[in-house]
């Protein structure tokens, strides 16, 4: 029987054979926290008694999450994690000015590489995989550990193998197709599990498309959400890293705990109803939701693509009189790039904000909360009660496409209906 | 150890944001954290949860962010533990490493009301409603996860591993 990728790619970090199920110390190539976990990692850190880190290359830390700083309980998390990494002399520190969130950041930056194993405390490090990368979530006290000692330990994962056959229609992204898989699988569907996400129609996908999907893998519970390294993979890494990489596949007679297959042809945007991402309905079936906020942006939708198609929509257009429209660039060269082809006025133009990098309103910390009955579209990857402000406030996952258009129209809506 | 509490009961994906929500998380004490334990979604939580109380949940327990301030909160609250049909993946270890008592059992959760006071065994995963008499048995845990806990944590038992290679 043949391996998985993250069979293979685990087995080799361990240094022995490793199938589904077995529970293995894994040696990891990078290791992450943000400001809001950091705090708990550092204090951990120094229980552990140990003085250094184990690689200070290795360790990133990025203050994404409440920076700039939103009030002084924040400033004091985000200066004790300056502090450490003054100290521990990190290599990679990113001050605010130089920040961007964190899963647009590293693999911009050149940080992951495919077959690497990466841990960070935050669920979204699997965004990874879409670089063929073994990347999973953790808690602070599990980071600390392997902040100090360069391994975890693991439970190797079963795979789920999903299959997107057809070509993608217009306005159709990787926002779409993982919600469409959430919706169908359940926000439990890979408990525990790792995703692969195969086919012609992901091979369409640019690097930023892909990122998303792997990006929302846990919200389907899963373990890691994993592509295979392509063309698109080699030339995204070109210029940012001049590290070797290993490209793992995973063989055809590979153990999967599931295969499953959808054709994509006919599918329309997606968008998840209140309160859990699996509630995607097609845009068709979405009727009258009047909208009071948009939000484009985040470690799911704030990269440059999904900036340059706000930016198509919005060009020549108003945001709705009753809309505020929040576009947040997901990093600082994200940003620049938005100035320079002119989308940044675009932007301003239409009547919507721009903010600068931060993780700010996805989680109800700054830059766009919600009153009570508020209703927001967003890019963003939760729809939780009061995740984005007020417990009676409600959320609407969408692609940038469909959060730009209903920035305009006022109502969830798509672009054909501009 | 056995424990003995008044249940609260909570269905399906209680996830992070519910336990406690971000806006909190420019905290980080399990103290602070638990003033604001289950708020949004259980405002008198907060207001009459007593020590040793225990937190019964549906399947997908803990879900969403990584935040460790959810279990932490929990602890906080002076939870003695927690029972679901499952949990998710990131809650499961955060709990077991920061030492809080959790327990995967779907014919307990099935079987217990809100309000109803339930004995649990850890060492034997047994769980006995009170009210009911009915006893249950929950999913063991693996060689190396006990050895975790034993040990009082991931911290304590990563201290114990640094020792020994020295």
């Known amino acids: 029987m043949g391996e998985t990728m993250s069979e293979k790619i685990l087995s080799k970090h361990a240094g022995q054979k490793l199938k589904a ?59 004790q994690m300056r502090e450490f990494a003054r100290s521990q002399e990190l290599a990679h520190y990113f001050e605010v000015g130089r920040m961007g969130i964190e899963h647009a950041l590293l693999p911009e930056q050149g940080l992951v590489r495919p077959g690497e194993v990466v841990v960070g405390a935050d669920s979204h490090t699997c965004t990874y995989g879409a670089l063929g990368a073994f990347a999973t ?21 079963q795979t789920i193998k999903f299959v997107y056959k057809g070509r993608l229609p217009k306005w159709v992204g990787g926002k779409d197709l993982i919600l469409h898989t959430i919706g169908d699988i359940g926000v439990e569907g890979a408990l525990y599990m790792a995703m692969e996400f195969t086919g012609e129609a992901v091979g369409q996908l640019s690097v930023d498309g892909r990122l998303t999907m792997s990006n929302m893998a846990i919200e389907a519970g899963g373990k890691a959400g994993l592509f295979n390294v392509d063309d698109k993979t080699v030339q995204y890494l070109k210029g940012r890293t001049d590290q070797p990489y290993t490209i793992y596949r995973s063989d055809p007679d590979a153990a999967y705990a599931r295969v499953i297959e959808y054709d994509v042809t006919k599918l329309e945007p997606q968008v998840a109803f209140p309160h859990l991402p699996s509630n995607a309905r097609p845009l068709s079936q979405v009727g009258q939701v009047p909208i009071d906020q948009a939000v484009i942006g985040s470690c799911t939708n704030g990269r440059l693509e999904d900036l340059e198609v706000a930016a198509m929509l919005l060009n020549g257009r108003q945001v709705a009189r009753d809309v505020r429209c929040i576009i947040i660039p997901a990093t600082q060269q994200i940003y620049l790039q938005a100035v320079r082809n002119g989308w940044a006025e675009i932007f301003v133009q239409a009547g919507a904000v721009l903010s600068t990098p931060t993780c700010g309103p996805c989680l109800g910390g700054h830059m766009g909360i919600l009153a009570a009955g508020e209703r927001c579209v967003s890019t963003t990857n939760r729809n939780f009660v009061g995740r984005m402000g007020h417990p009676q406030s409600e959320v609407y996952l969408a692609g940038p496409a469909v959060a730009a258009a209903s920035a305009v129209l006022g109502r969830i809506g798509g672009p054909d209906e501009l | 150890m056995k424990l003995k509490g008044r249940v609260w009961k909570y269905g399906d994906n209680v996830d992070t944001d519910a336990i406690i929500p971000a806006r909190y998380l420019n905290m980080s004490t399990a103290a602070e954290l638990a003033e604001h334990c289950m708020e949004d979604i259980d405002l008198s939580f907060v207001q009459e949860v007593k020590p040793g109380d225990i937190v019964v949940g549906g399947n997908n327990f803990g879900c969403g962010s990584s935040r460790e301030h959810a279990p932490l909160a929990l602890k906080g609250a002076q939870v003695s533990c927690v029972v679901a049909k499952s949990f998710a993946r990131i809650f499961f270890r955060n709990a077991i490493n920061i030492g809080l008592p959790i327990l995967e059992c779907p014919a307990a959760v099935d079987g217990t009301q809100a309000g109803q006071t339930l004995e649990v065994e850890l060492e034997t995963g047994t769980i006995r409603n009170v009210d009911t008499g009915a006893v249950f048995h929950a999913e063991a845990f693996p060689p190396f996860m006990l050895d975790l806990i034993r040990a009082g944590g991931l911290v304590e038992y990563t201290k114990e591993q640094l020792k020994e290679r020295k």
Not at chain 1, 145 to 150: D, E, F, R, S, Y
């Open chain 1, 137 to 157: 979530g953790m808690g602070s006290t599990d980071i600390a550990v392997a902040m100090a000692t360069g391994q975890i330990w693991m439970k190797v994962p």
């Open chain 1, 21 to 79: 199920g077995q529970l293995a110390q894994i040696p990891v190539d990078l290791v992450l926290a943000n400001d809001i976990t950091a705090p708990i990692s550092l204090r951990e850190f120094k229980r552990l008694g140990v003085e250094k880190v184990f690689d200070p290359e290795k360790v990133v830390l990025v203050p994404d999450h409440f920076a700039p700083n939103k009030d002084i309980k924040s400033a004091e998390q985000c200066k």
